[in-house]
């Protein structure tokens, strides 16, 4: 079981008003990139994830060189801006319904303050990690029959031990 739960989180970052921009696959693949890019720099182990249409979970460990504000706003920051560059070129009627009005930018895509919440025991990690891969089962959504069959999250990984992103840790070999 994984011993150390310094700096390891499940965080739930929202769309802002939950619109479903994360419906496109090219706005996913922004997110996958950007943990990848988290990942390789060292910044966090990722042990479980789910993108859904206007929503994301993560349960990631942040580096000891890293705080959890940072990481996370770097995470949102990023693909926000990657994700408005690509609405720009292909869908900027739409990015019209997340203008604000705020003296620090035109549009936010993701809503502020979003929940982050310290994980702190295997039992924890492990409802947290069952919730996330069952959240594109749910009656709302119903995106896949089984977790391990939407591709956008990290169930396979821990059905199969294969790692069809290239960042995911399994927590139990830490």
Same mark, same amino acid.
């Given at each position: 079981m994984f011993c150390n739960y310094q700096n390891t989180f499940f965080l739930t970052a929202t769309i802002n008003e939950w619109k479903p921009l994360l419906l496109k696959n090219e706005y996913k693949n922004i997110v996958i990139n950007s943990l990848k @890019?988290?990942?390789?720099?060292q910044r966090v182990?990722? @042990?479980?994830?789910?993108?859904?249409?206007?929503h994301l979970h993560i349960i990631w460990n942040i580096s000891q060189e890293q705080t959890k504000n940072l990481t996370q706003g770097s995470l949102l920051r990023y693909t926000a801006q990657q994700i408005k560059f690509e609405m720009l070129k292909n869908e900027p009627l739409y990015l019209e319904e997340f203008k604000v009005n705020l003296k620090d930018r035109t549009y936010q895509l993701?809503?502020?303050n979003p929940l982050s919440i310290e994980i702190y025991t295997d039992i924890v990690l492990e409802q947290k990690l069952d919730y996330i891969h069952h959240n594109p089962l749910s009656k709302k959504w119903?995106?896949?029959?089984?977790?391990?069959d939407y591709y956008y999250s990290s169930a396979h990984f821990y059905q199969t031990g294969i790692d069809n992103f290239g960042f995911l840790s399994n927590y139990l070999l830490e």
């Amino acid at each position: 079981m994984f011993c150390n739960y310094q700096n390891t989180f499940f965080l739930t970052a929202t769309i802002n008003e939950w619109k479903p921009l994360l419906l496109k696959n090219e706005y996913k693949n922004i997110v996958i990139n950007s943990l990848k @890019f988290l990942t390789n720099s060292q910044r966090v182990k990722i @042990f479980g994830f789910v993108i859904m249409p206007n929503h994301l979970h993560i349960i990631w460990n942040i580096s000891q060189e890293q705080t959890k504000n940072l990481t996370q706003g770097s995470l949102l920051r990023y693909t926000a801006q990657q994700i408005k560059f690509e609405m720009l070129k292909n869908e900027p009627l739409y990015l019209e319904e997340f203008k604000v009005n705020l003296k620090d930018r035109t549009y936010q895509l993701w809503k502020r303050n979003p929940l982050s919440i310290e994980i702190y025991t295997d039992i924890v990690l492990e409802q947290k990690l069952d919730y996330i891969h069952h959240n594109p089962l749910s009656k709302k959504w119903n995106l896949a029959l089984q977790p391990e069959d939407y591709y956008y999250s990290s169930a396979h990984f821990y059905q199969t031990g294969i790692d069809n992103f290239g960042f995911l840790s399994n927590y139990l070999l830490e």
